[in-house]
């Protein structure tokens, strides 16, 4: 990505916005960082400055610390590494693992990837017998990057915010500012509302357009996705078995203002990867960006929509941090943002630490300039080469047809999609239930029937780590030529 032509002013203004400040403007804030200015000075004098810097630099770091615990902030590891309170915590867990595998702490043996075995992952599994694991979304791609990155980690301190609390600003200003220097969405004039994850702030969604629009005495909203959908969706809208909304399978449904119609629209889509748009006229829609990133897709211009639509946005594709479970939703209307918001506050309120983590992380994406971003992407750009080359000849396997490629503004190129994953259809007779097709082979994807399809399409993830992402190619390229 070509950086700003146009810096940040001063490192107040950076953190203002919840931006990590520019490097230009990081300078060593001690006076024993700095080389001697006079090559004169006598050794007593150099003892008394000495004295003196240090008795300043503890002064400093005691009045900073309290100030932090009087208003409830963590402090983070960049900034304590800087202030000298502590080093840095190296992570060795690949390394026990002979970089195959990863180990817990406190634990004796290592959790080795697909393919791998032994207590330290040192032994390879022939490759006609093991067995890969491809039908989840836990975006490991990016534990590499991160294990390379320790300055990024943040620690919290037992004294921070014991009580209960809401959406943090800082994570609401980071936010902001990420849509703002990656340029795939608007937020200005907008509401943002945080969540536990995706998955709740489309429940979310769901509860505050039926409350809009449903009169009282008539049936519950209707909630569609076009055929192949993420087969999260329909949980939901089953599960609660509520009279605000409800799934609705197979064709799409007629909004009217008697009978009103909620359209979830994934782009770019789970499972094939395609960028769709609202295709019922007079629908509320809930555009799930989930993988609408550069290391995805290429960025041509930032989604706007208007009241009748939210959009949604989470940190586990983005940063790979699926755990921490944070989502947000950018809402053009107050009161489906407020609804919204009274949903999240009503089913599981607001965890401090996950806020918490997740502020830091943008923050260290948005100063380094979303190298997290280019390292996914090269990795993404090279499983979707590796595939092709793999597809080109087989009459077994046909996969997904991508769209062109277009200009993309993070890398101001022509940039091709690399979806999260690849959507397998299996062609011969042999293999009408592919799922089990190529289960038989040692590869576990995602039934087609999970996602509305028919029984002869099955999903892969392309999101594991890249050993294991090698071996699964390595089976693939076995399973298209039997």
């Known amino acids: 990505m070509s950086k700003p032509s146009s810096q940040l002013q001063s490192i107040e203004q950076a953190l203002e916005i919840g ?14 960082n700095k080389p001697a200015q006079q090559a004169h000075w006598q050794p007593t004098k150099v003892v008394l400055l000495l004295s003196i810097a240090t008795i300043l630099s503890l002064a400093v770091l005691a009045v900073t610390l309290h100030f932090l615990s009087l208003h409830g902030e963590a402090v983070t590891s960049s900034t304590a590494q800087q202030m000298g309170v502590f080093p840095l915590l190296t992570d060795d867990s690949r390394i026990l693992c002979s970089m195959n595998g990863i180990i817990a702490e406190g634990e004796k043996s290592c959790s080795c990837y697909d393919c791998w075995q032994g207590k330290d992952c040192s032994v390879g599994t022939d490759i006609h017998q093991c067995n890969i694991t491809a039908d989840s979304g836990t975006p490991l791609l990016f534990e590499d990057y991160w294990l390379a990155h320790p300055e990024a980690e943040v620690r919290v301190r037992a004294s921070f915010h014991q009580g209960y609390g809401g959406p943090l600003p800082q994570l609401e200003a980071a936010i902001r500012a990420l849509h703002a220097q990656v340029g795939n969405a608007v937020t200005d004039g907008r509401q943002i509302v945080i969540g536990m994850g995706s998955s709740m702030l489309i429940t979310a969604a769901m509860y505050a357009f039926s409350n809009v629009s449903r009169t009282p005495g008539v049936q519950a909203t209707q909630v569609y996705s076009a055929i192949p959908y993420y087969n999260g969706y329909a949980w939901p809208a089953a599960y609660y078995d509520n009279r605000l909304f409800e799934w609705t399978a197979g064709a799409a449904p007629v909004a009217t203002a008697e009978d009103p119609v909620i359209e979830i629209i994934t782009a770019p889509n789970n499972p094939d990867g395609a960028m769709r748009n609202k295709t019922i006229e007079g629908s509320f829609g809930v555009h799930d960006h989930a993988y609408y990133w550069p290391q995805f897709a290429p960025i041509p211009a930032p989604v706007a929509y208007g009241p009748s639509d939210v959009a949604i946005f989470t940190l586990s594709k983005l940063t790979g941090h699926a755990g921490s479970r944070i989502g947000w939703a950018i809402v053009g209307d107050e009161s489906i943002a407020a609804l919204m918001s009274d949903h999240v506050a009503r089913a599981s309120g607001y965890v401090q630490e996950n806020q918490l983590r997740a502020t830091h992380l943008l923050q260290y994406v948005l100063g380094d300039y979303g190298s997290v971003i280019d390292y996914a992407r090269e990795h993404m750009q090279h499983r979707w080469e590796r595939l ?9 396997l046909q996969m997904q047809i991508l769209e062109a490629a277009q200009y993309d503004s993070w ?15 299996c062609t011969e007779p042999r293999d009408q239930d592919c799922y089990q097709a190529m289960l038989n082979e040692g590869i576990k994807g995602r039934p087609g029937p999970a996602f509305g399809a028919g029984a002869e399409y099955n999903r892969l993830e392309l999101l594991m780590q890249p050993a294991v992402f090698e071996s699964m190619a390595a089976k693939l390229e076995l399973f298209v030529a039997n």
């Open 19 to 32: 931006q990590a400040p520019p490097r230009e403007l990081e300078t060593d804030s001690l006076l024993l």
């Open 388 to 396: 092709r080359t793999i597809m080109a000849t087989s009459m077994r």
């Open 411 to 425: 890398t101001q190129t022509m940039s091709s999609p690399a979806p999260a994953y690849v959507w397998l259809q």
